[in-house]
């Protein structure tokens, strides 16, 4: 099978790159189809709107608490790792109890955030839910193995573990369907998911010849790293309120029923996030060598990428939109079809997820990282405020034009820095096409 040819890159390296990682890709497709299939469709038709918000819940408040216990580490060891892999048991025992330590500390600022969230009016979803998830944080804290394969460059590794956690976690919540289990059996189901996948990760070490009960803690080294990671942690909070806040403040103002049908919504519109980070990985070297050799085929490399993501969201967009109340005339049951409006507005945010995949990684390549930072703190801010007006006045349809408003102004904001504005440039000359009709003229 040949791989369609991109503008401005190299075919060979493009047929090298998807030759060793293609089939691993459709894989991880796959498991990503089949865990959408059930944990999105076959639950939110076992399960009524009101007990699919409830659901949904935990896991949205949760994940705020695991960007923190993850302490930014993950990225920070597997650069140490690279540099001192002599070091491995004890960078790797340090940061897993630092973890672990962060995890147990999220429990009590679980229960705070639970009880100022209940503060606008009383929650639907029990506080017993929340904790069963918010020990998710706890036993991540063993996913520090992943920097170690890393830093071994074998993601391969990794993504079978990933790929085989997804459809485990899916697998089990479709026996529990058949079943017909309680909720509650699924609201342990996502804390089963982080076990299992603590469990690929331990498993696959084990395998590979390493030994756990080596690791050790050494306290001499927990300033250094806290010192040298906190910006990335800081960074992943800031992401997380950035991309998540919309579902947590939702049941602040109207029912858990209208969580429900909003998330299988936004389930479909982000289901879609992985093209822009598989592009980006794949291209993004021949990027970084142009800028090397030849500044302007460096120029030229970005702005082609830029086209394609365009390209690429506005079809999905399009589509999507387009066809919103078929889809959920297919997919869901009636009490879920008021979800296909709010699913033809909130696609359209992709657009910019994908332009801001690409433009975060020349801010990276330049050095930018606070920059990077700045301009997701502001997408957070943006998000937050026009949910707290949006929400009350327009329901779930007002989170997601919050959304899109939201991802729009963090991925231009760089227009606003003297210094980053030609990129914010380039991508206003492909989001209104008007680089693509260049090329064809020229042509």
Same mark, same amino acid.
């Given at each position: 099978m040949r791989i369609p040819s991109i503008p401005g890159f190299d075919q060979q390296a493009l047929e090298k790159y998807f030759k060793n990682t293609g089939w691993l890709l459709i894989a991880r497709v796959g498991s990503m189809v089949?865990?959408?299939?059930?944990?999105?469709?076959l639950l939110s038709r076992y399960l009524s709107t009101e007990q699919f918000g409830i659901l949904n819940y935990p896991m949205?408040?949760?994940?705020?608490?695991?960007?923190?216990?993850?302490?930014?580490?993950?990225?920070?060891?597997t650069r140490e790792l690279l540099t001192h892999p002599e070091r491995k048991d004890?960078?790797?025992?340090?940061?897993?109890?630092?973890?672990?330590?962060?995890?147990?500390?999220?429990?009590?600022?679980?229960?705070?955030?639970?009880?100022?969230?209940?503060?606008a009016k009383p929650l639907e979803t029990p506080f017993s839910y929340v904790l069963i998830v918010a020990f998710t944080s706890v036993v991540q804290s063993v996913n520090i193995i992943d920097s170690f394969f890393q830093s071994k460059v074998q993601g391969k590794?990794?993504?079978?573990?990933?790929?085989?956690?997804?459809?485990?976690?899916?697998?089990?919540?479709?026996?529990?369907i058949i079943l017909k289990l309680p909720l509650i059996w699924f609201v342990y189901s996502l804390l089963f998911d982080a076990i299992i996948l603590a469990a690929g990760y331990i498993i696959l070490y084990i395998k590979n010849d390493n030994r756990i009960r080596n690791w050790t803690y050494d306290g001499r080294i927990t300033g250094y790293l806290l010192k040298h990671s906190w910006p990335l942690?800081?960074?992943?909070?800031l992401v997380t309120i950035y991309m998540k806040i919309d579902q947590v403040m939702i049941p602040m103002y109207v029912k858990a029923s209208e969580l429900g049908i909003y998330m299988t919504a936004a389930s479909l519109s982000e289901n879609w996030y992985f093209i822009p980070v598989a592009i980006v990985t794949s291209v993004f070297p021949a990027i970084m060598h142009a800028r090397k050799t030849d500044i302007e085929r460096y120029y030229k490399r970005l702005q082609n990428m830029y086209d394609l993501m365009v390209v690429l969201s506005v079809c999905i967009a399009l589509i999507m939109s387009l066809?919103?109340?078929?889809?959920?005339?297919?997919?869901?049951?009636?009490?879920?079809?008021?979800? *296909?409006?709010?699913? &033809?507005?909130? $696609?359209?945010?992709?657009?910019? !997820?994908?332009?801001?995949?690409?433009?975060? =990684?020349? #801010?990276?390549?330049e050095g930018y990282f606070k920059l990077s930072m700045l301009r997701t703190g502001v997408g957070a801010i943006v998000n937050i405020v026009?949910?707290?007006?949006?929400?009350?006045?327009?329901?779930?349809?007002?989170?997601?034009? *919050?959304?899109?408003? &939201?991802?729009? $102004?963090?991925?231009?904001?760089? !227009?606003?820095?003297?210094?980053?504005?030609? =990129?914010? #440039?380039?991508?206003f000359k492909s989001l209104f096409l008007i680089s693509l009709f260049q090329k064809i003229i020229k042509r």
């Open positions: 089949v865990k959408f299939v059930i944990n999105s469709v949205a408040i949760v994940t705020f608490t695991m960007a923190i216990a993850a302490l930014g580490l993950d990225g920070f060891i004890t960078l790797l025992g340090t940061a897993f109890w630092l973890r672990l330590m962060a995890g147990f500390t999220t429990l009590p600022i679980v229960f705070v955030a639970y009880m100022l969230l209940s503060l590794s990794i993504m079978y573990v990933q790929v085989s956690g997804n459809v485990i976690s899916a697998l089990v919540k479709l026996v529990f942690a800081f960074s992943a909070i066809g919103a109340n078929f889809i959920y005339h297919i997919l869901y049951t009636k009490p879920y079809w008021p979800a *296909a409006p709010v699913l &033809a507005v909130h $696609v359209w945010a992709g657009v910019f !997820v994908f332009l801001g995949s690409a433009s975060g =990684q020349y #801010l990276i390549a026009l949910n707290i007006f949006f929400i009350p006045k327009y329901g779930i349809i007002g989170a997601a034009y *919050a959304t899109l408003i &939201a991802y729009a $102004v963090a991925t231009f904001f760089i !227009v606003l820095i003297p210094k980053t504005r030609h =990129q914010g #440039l380039m991508m």
